[in-house]
């Protein structure tokens, strides 16, 4: 980041410059969906933003994904709320699903593919424990995701109401059949400087695109 500025606001740093000529806000908001949405909105209010880019970790449910793959989201969902309390009060949702923004999406896409990092497009799901076994097969049956994680339908959930563009990129720390969980701390490390990668490429696209529009 370029030019980079930094204040706290609700025990968060937020850093504030540019990327690729691009204006950003960025924090690290914690784990768990009530941290993340504190931190979405906080974006949102205090910097003003016009998108919200989530780049981050997760945890493989597909067996076609490994270690280190990386999922841009093409909706997200709760497994873990029931699902009326959704649709039937606030936000009023037509399904249990929050879509990416579909320019986002795409830049994202075409970001990957310059920057040769493999990658798959897909469902996300977000619930506020780590999965087991006694949970996976029935998260997997019901919501067919990609990834799990703790944070990404909250953020969405924030965006939604506030009428904003969001998507999400999660590097996969461990696969389906959970190989690779005994190396979790360093699986998160590296996992999070590919999700990072591609962000900025994206935000490389961004600019690009905005520069020919």
Known sequence: MNHRSTR???????????IAG????????????????????????????????NSGTAGGLSPALS????????????????EDILTEFHPWLDSIWFPADMRLLS??????????????????VTGETFVTN????????????????????????VCYANSLPFLSIRTVTDAADQRSTEDFEANCRKASETAAQLCAALLR???LADREA
């Open 8 to 18: 706290k606001k609700a025990l968060l740093s937020i850093h504030e410059g540019t």
């Open 134 to 157: 006694r949970i996976r097969d029935a998260i997997i049956e019901k919501y067919h995701p990609l990834t799990v994680d703790m944070e990404t339908a909250s953020i969405a959930h």
């Open 22 to 53: 691009v204006s950003v806000a960025a924090l690290f908001s914690g784990v768990c969906k009530v941290n993340a949405a504190l931190a979405a909105q906080l974006l949102i209010d205090t910097c003003h933003v016009d998108a919200i880019l």
């Open 67 to 82: 270690p280190f793959d990386t999922v841009i989201g093409s909706e997200t969902a709760y497994h873990d709320v029931a």
């Open 205 to 207: 696209e961004i600019a």
């Open 107 to 124: 830049l994202a896409r075409t970001a990957a593919q310059k920057a040769g990092l493999p990658c798959r497009t897909g469902r996300m």
